[in-house]
T-cell receptor, first 114, second 113 residues
Framework: AQSVTQLDSQVPVFEEAPVELRCNYSSSVSVYLFWYVQYPNQGLQLLLK??????LVESINGFEAEFNKSQTSFHLRKPSVHISDTAEYFCAVSVETSGSRLTFGEGTQLTVNP | NAGVTQTPKFQVLKTGQSMTLQCAQDMNHEYMSWYRQDPGMGLRLIHY???????DQGEVPNGYNVSRSTTEDFPLRLLSAAPSQTSVYFCASRPHRATGELFFGEGSRLTVL
């Protein structure tokens, strides 16, 4: 079975600083990887996904993540964060493209301070 | 533009009481699922359904029942609530063969005393 570990439960940063949220996974077969974002008192929204092809994937709001098969990682990065990026971020893995059995990590709370 | 709608948003129960969390989606999605979210544990899959009349267990199904009589609705029933079921519950849906993007409701916060 697959599993996901998010290495930091809380990440505080100042506005306009770079940030990296770390995610490692384990699986004996090929995986599909996702990052979801949860703003306060809301449900989760898909931020970006890796299914195949280019190992670097980007979101519309400046986040990017790189699939590293040798290190079994899918870290999320942004070169300059905004106050509005404050949210909880979840890494998730599936062994099917349909994602019916998404396994989520524990979540990382990103807090951007002025 | 409703998407996935969950009711109620908040509920307080006493141990042993039963209740149903409602979930409805208006996107004609075949796949629907229920997750619970607990601090430090991420989201864990309770039950899911790939179409009307078809349901299956997820990672933590004990204490919960589901049914899927229509494409739109996927209620989650707690038969005899326990304090361990205090959690935030999320319903999520997607087209059957979509590549991973689940559409989530806003959640239902349940407290069992």
């Amino acid at each position: 079975a697959q599993s996901v570990t998010q290495l930091d439960s809380q990440v505080p940063v100042f506005e306009e600083a770079p940030v990296e949220l770390r995610c490692n996974y384990s699986s004996s077969v090929s995986v599909y990887l996702f990052w979801y974002v949860q703003y306060p008192n809301q449900g989760l929204q898909l931020l970006l996904k890796y299914l195949s092809g280019s190992t670097l994937v980007e979101s519309i709001n400046g986040f990017e993540a790189e699939f590293n098969k040798s290190q079994t990682s899918f870290h999320l990065r942004k070169p300059s964060v905004h106050i509005s990026d404050t949210a909880e971020y979840f890494c998730a893995v599936s062994v099917e493209t349909s994602g019916s059995r998404l396994t989520f990590g524990e979540g990382t709370q990103l807090t951007v301070n002025p | 533009n409703a998407g996935v709608t969950q009711t109620p948003k908040f509920q307080v129960l006493k141990t042993g009481q039963s209740m149903t969390l409602q979930c409805a989606q208006d996107m004609n999605h075949e796949y629907m699922s229920w997750y619970r979210q607990d601090p430090g544990m991420g989201l864990r899959l309770i039950h899911y359904s790939v179409g009307a009349g078809i349901t299956d267990q997820g990672e933590v199904p004990n204490g919960y029942n589901v049914s899927r009589s229509t494409t739109e609705d996927f209620p989650l029933r707690l038969l005899s609530a326990a304090p361990s079921q205090t959690s935030v519950y999320f319903c999520a849906s997607r087209p059957h063969r979509a590549t991973g993007e689940l559409f989530f409701g806003e959640g239902s916060r349940l407290t069992v005393l």
